[in-house]
């Protein structure tokens, strides 16, 4: 399960082509899906965005991520090296009916942006106590 | 229950589909080898190194690194000579470790990147932010070591 899960992921990190909002390059972010307890955690990196600045949207099973990341210009200033471009982060995410879609809550810090999606009641785990008799 | 990046549903078309993949595969291929536009290069060997950008002004040089989830003082600073060295450590967050991990494209870990400067710089004077994951360092040049023009005369 886990196994299909991730080549998944994989193909869709290549294929994935997000809209141009505003004319720009987007990037999509690296993310890391992990369990804790009742919730799935997703993180992903979106240096240089503030919290103002991220867009989540849940619609019908597909959870959208949108990060806009202001130029960050220097005038009178020329290029000496460029690793790396700047633009808005953009990725989407299918999320499964086991997660209860309306308490899904986000924080960001340090350009790393945290998605708690909580486990809808149906599909968590329960202890059931066996009484003995 | 699963959470699954998302398939671009609408292109079912399987030949314009392969070609968008071996396109992918290659703008991916290029990006591993020159540095990744995005994230921390794996291509060094024994540690992470951020991807940089280096712009230069008539009095100062600014040097950008996005490192997200790096803590301001887990960073590490220091210039000598013509050479600035940016070290640090991403550390996990809290409770990964207690966490189980379904899918995982963030790297951890200590990070070194050496850029060499175009100018001399007043080290004394080089100041840095950390701001929502992007370090900026601005580097005063040293007064006079700034590039002359020399103009030429008819002999």
């Known amino acids: ?133 | 229950m699963e959470l699954i990046p998302w398939r671009n549903k609408n292109r079912t078309d399987l030949a314009e589909r392969s070609v968008a993949q071996l396109r992918d595969e290659i703008t991916s291929l290029f990006d591993r080898f020159f540095g990744g536009p995005r994230g921390f290069d794996l291509g060094r060997l024994t540690e992470l190194a951020p991807p940089v950008e280096v712009r230069e002004g008539e009095k100062d040089i600014t040097v950008r690194a996005e490192l997200p989830g790096v803590r301001a003082e887990d960073v590490r600073i220091e210039v000598t000579g013509h050479l600035l060295t940016i070290g640090g450590e991403k550390r996990a967050e809290k409770d990964e470790k207690r966490a189980g991990y379904r899918y995982s494209e963030r790297q951890y870990g200590a990070f070194q990147r050496m850029v060499q400067l175009p100018a001399e710089v007043d080290a004394d004077r080089v100041e840095a932010t950390h701001q929502n994951g992007v370090l900026t360092i601005r580097l005063p040049k040293r007064p006079g070591t700034e590039a002359r023009r020399v103009k030429v005369r008819h002999a």
């Open chain 1, 1 to 133: 399960m886990n196994h299909e899960t991730q080549s998944e992921c994989k193909l869709t990190t290549t294929s994935a082509e997000p809209e141009r909002t505003r004319g720009g390059r987007t990037y999509v972010p690296a993310v890391d899906i992990l369990e804790q307890g009742d919730e799935l955690l997703l993180r992903a990196d979106v240096p240089g965005a503030r919290a103002d600045d991220i867009d989540i949207q849940y619609e019908r099973g597909t959870l959208t991520i949108a990060a806009r990341v202001a130029p960050r210009g220097d005038p009178h200033r020329t290029w000496v090296l460029r690793e790396y471009g700047v633009g808005d982060f953009v990725r989407t995410f299918q999320v499964g009916e086991g997660i209860d879609a309306q308490k899904i809550s986000a924080e960001v810090r340090d350009g790393v942006l945290t998605l708690h999606l909580p486990k809808a009641e149906s599909a968590r785990t329960r202890k059931i106590t066996v009484r003995g008799g």
